[in-house]
């Protein structure tokens, strides 16, 4: 059952481009990733080929150097990494080239030329810092200040769970500068890996997505100048909340890409295993299990679909609709990820079998880019 492409929302272009991507995760990525994964990294060599490829910073503008492409190209590279067998390693790392688009949206011309034409080969990548050790969800909380001192701002405080921590070149720090306004006190600042003042804490053992490493950050006493603030002072709530939207429906893509993969592997695998001679795809329990993940996975596409005709006819991403799609996407996934496990049997425990690295990986879609929790409660709260 490959991802379900509706011709309607996508046009040949982007279908041609999608080959080019899939080609790509198959070749460069699928057969290095159980290496990385005990690295716990990536390799800029696959940063520079991806950069290569023209894959990297979809939607910035040939003028820095990018490939160009619209939202929809995005939805591909999206779908076609949740999909690949290394998606489930490398998901939180990669998703990172995103941040492209926030330079787009909300960069100085003098930002703007002075990175997006690395991010776009691959030469500097990024990690978006926001959750600190006291505060994630609750994103006005944060602590981590940023006082203005002359020509700079001076930066004190802590992120935690930082993705792509080890190899990031440029970290984008949401901090206080207002810190008795709440959310209309957040500026966000880029912070280059070389100033002084900026430690990086340990990298932290997780669950799953092992490719992909988290860590912690210290600024102390970090001097950026001025001209280092990104998106309007005191505006950095309104940047972040433009980006978790698209993250929100990206991830709701990814989760329904990754419980694809999973659903495939698990029909091909149940299908080939033999118990008390018969295949276990020939249970009438394997087939009743099989039938509802498949339900669940054509419902949840086309709830997607719907997500995308509204892109497509607004011109941005509905908070409502990616919200719900957050909420329910994820759960989704867990519930079929959790069944493929089952019909793998002792293989779907075992970290060399892909369903067993989709299912940890899946485990965390229900966590970041806002949990199902905070879905829930402003889903609530707009009834
Ligand atoms: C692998 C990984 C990668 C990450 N990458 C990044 C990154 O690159 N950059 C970054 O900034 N952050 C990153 N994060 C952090 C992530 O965004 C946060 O973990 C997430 O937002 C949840 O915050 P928290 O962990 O502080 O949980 P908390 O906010 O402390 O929540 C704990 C529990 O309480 C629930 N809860 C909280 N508030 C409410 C409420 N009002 N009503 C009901 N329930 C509530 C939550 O849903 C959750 O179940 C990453 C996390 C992980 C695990």
Do not use: Q, W
């Given at each position: 059952m490959p991802l379900n492409i509706d011709p309607d929302i996508f046009t040949h272009g982007h279908e041609q481009f999608r080959r080019t991507v899939r080609h790509f995760f198959e070749t460069q990525a699928d057969p290095f990733v159980e290496q990385w994964d005990e690295d716990h990294a990536m390799p800029r060599s696959f940063w520079l080929k991806a950069g290569e490829a023209g894959i990297l910073?979809?939607?910035?503008?040939?003028?820095?150097?990018?490939p160009g492409g619209d939202f929809l190209d995005r939805v591909v590279m999206t779908q076609e990494m949740g999909y690949s067998i290394s998606g489930a390693s490398i998901g939180p790392a990669f998703q990172r080239d995103q941040m492209c688009e926030q330079l787009m949206d909300f960069g100085t011309e003098e930002q703007k030329r002075q990175w997006l034409p690395k991010m776009v080969k691959g030469e500097c990548l990024l990690a978006f810092t926001v959750t600190e050790p006291d505060s994630g969800s609750d994103l006005a909380s944060i602590r981590t200040t940023a006082v203005r001192n002359g020509d700079d701002y001076v930066i004190n405080g802590a992120k935690t769970y930082?993705?792509?921590?080890?190899?990031?070149?440029?970290?984008?720090?949401?901090?206080?500068?207002?810190?008795?306004?709440?959310?209309?006190g957040i500026s966000i600042f880029l912070v280059e890996r070389d100033r002084p003042g900026l430690g990086i804490g340990r990298i932290l053992k997780k669950m799953g997505c092992h490719a992909s490493n988290n860590g912690e950050l210290v600024f102390d006493n970090l001097r950026v100048p001025a001209t280092n603030l990104f998106g309007p002072l005191n505006g950095g709530f309104k940047v972040l909340v433009k980006s978790l939207n698209r993250d929100r429906l990206m991830w709701s893509i990814i989760a329904h890409a990754a419980?694809?993969?999973?659903?495939?592997?698990?029909?091909?695998?149940?299908?080939?295993?033999?118990a008390f001679g018969q295949t276990i795809f020939d249970f009438q329990n394997s087939q009743f299990k099989l039938a509802d993940m498949k339900a669940d996975l054509d419902v949840g596409q086309a709830y997607i679909d719907h997500c995308l005709r509204t892109y497509l006819r607004k011109g941005e991403v509905d908070m409502g609709e990616a919200t719900v799609a957050k909420l329910w996407l994820p759960e989704m996934e867990g519930r079929v990820l959790d069944q493929c496990v089952q019909l793998?049997?002792?293989?779907?425990?075992?970290?060399?079998?892909?369903?067993?690295?989709?299912?940890?990986?899946?485990?965390?879609?229900?966590?970041?880019?806002?949990t199902a929790e905070i879905m829930r409660l402003q889903i609530g709260r707009a009834l």
């Open positions: 910073g979809i939607g910035v503008s040939e003028e820095f150097g990018g930082i993705s792509g921590i080890a190899d990031a070149d440029l970290f984008m720090v949401a901090c206080k500068t207002d810190p008795a306004a709440g959310s209309r419980a694809t993969r999973a659903f495939d592997l698990t029909v091909e695998f149940v299908k080939n295993r033999r793998h049997g002792g293989a779907g425990y075992m970290h060399e079998y892909p369903v067993s690295r989709l299912f940890t990986a899946g485990r965390l879609h229900r966590i970041f880019a806002g």
